[in-house]
């Protein structure tokens, strides 16, 4: 009897055991796909008027300050997201990129969108530098940028009241310390920075502009894309 009713303890107990390791499971799974919710649900609406008064905004440029992309930091952003201060969009048709583009480098702006990283910097003037997050998933943020973007790409970047078309001229890894990639430049340039595969250095991306027009008179294919989802 004492035999039985230990065998139908250590039942009871590897039966506990296992619902908890498929709870535990199953919370883990469930957390990634809704912070990937989250992140590609946000798709904000941005118009010339919204774009002029994000600009008169403050905002964070400390990059050293941002951390890796977790689940709070995401559910925090979605919470505060009128906070983010949306300038622009940038586009890579080649890779899929079509991302807000939002003021400073905050971990609630880089949850949701690519972010600026000096105050003074304007998109055709100068070096316009830009930070985004390289994801698990191939397809969200800045991510496409390293599996998928070369030498050649044409890359656009709207204010909503011009475009600006560069073309991508170098693609290399840079130690993270290299700051001096935001400086400003006297070519006008995009520059594009996120995460290599390590984490503990950055893949760079330039691009030199080669042309600029009204919004309204990009091409049809630009304009459609700019109005469509972005891969956030």
């Not at 199953?26 to 946000?42: A, D, R």
């Not at 941002?66 to 890779?95: C, H, M, W, Y």
């Not at 191939?138 to 390293?146: E, I, R, T």
């Not at 294919?221 to 891969?231: E, R, Y």
Request: some cysteine; aromatic content about 10%; proline content about 3%.
């Amino acid at each position: 009897m004492a035999k039985k009713r230990k065998n139908k303890f250590g039942t009871w107990l590897y039966r506990i055991g296992f619902t908890i390791l498929v709870l535990i499971s199953l919370g883990l799974i469930l957390n990634q796909q809704i912070k990937n919710w989250l992140v590609t649900s946000y798709q904000p609406e941005i118009t010339q008027k919204s774009v002029k008064k994000n600009e008169k905004k403050k905002a964070n440029f400390d990059f050293s300050d941002a951390k890796r992309l977790d689940f709070s930091t995401v559910a925090r952003a979605r919470l505060n997201e009128k906070d983010i201060s949306v300038v622009g969009q940038i586009l890579v048709p080649s890779s899929k990129v079509h991302l807000p583009v939002a003021k400073g480098v905050s971990n609630e702006t880089l949850a949701l969108a690519a972010g600026t990283l000096r105050a003074d910097q304007k998109m055709g003037e100068g070096n316009y530098p830009l930070a985004g997050h390289h994801m698990v998933r191939k397809d969200v943020l800045f991510s496409p940028l390293f599996f998928k973007t070369k030498v050649g790409d044409s890359i656009y970047l709207t204010n909503m009241k011009k475009v600006f078309k560069y073309k991508a001229y170098t693609r290399k890894y840079i130690a993270a310390t290299r700051v001096d990639v935001v400086d400003q430049t006297k070519r006008d340039i995009v520059t594009l920075v996120t995460c290599d595969a390590t984490g503990a250095g950055r893949l760079m991306i330039r691009g030199k502009l080669v042309d600029s027009y009204a919004y309204k008179d990009a091409p049809t294919t630009i304009k459609k894309q700019f109005n469509g989802k972005f891969n956030n």
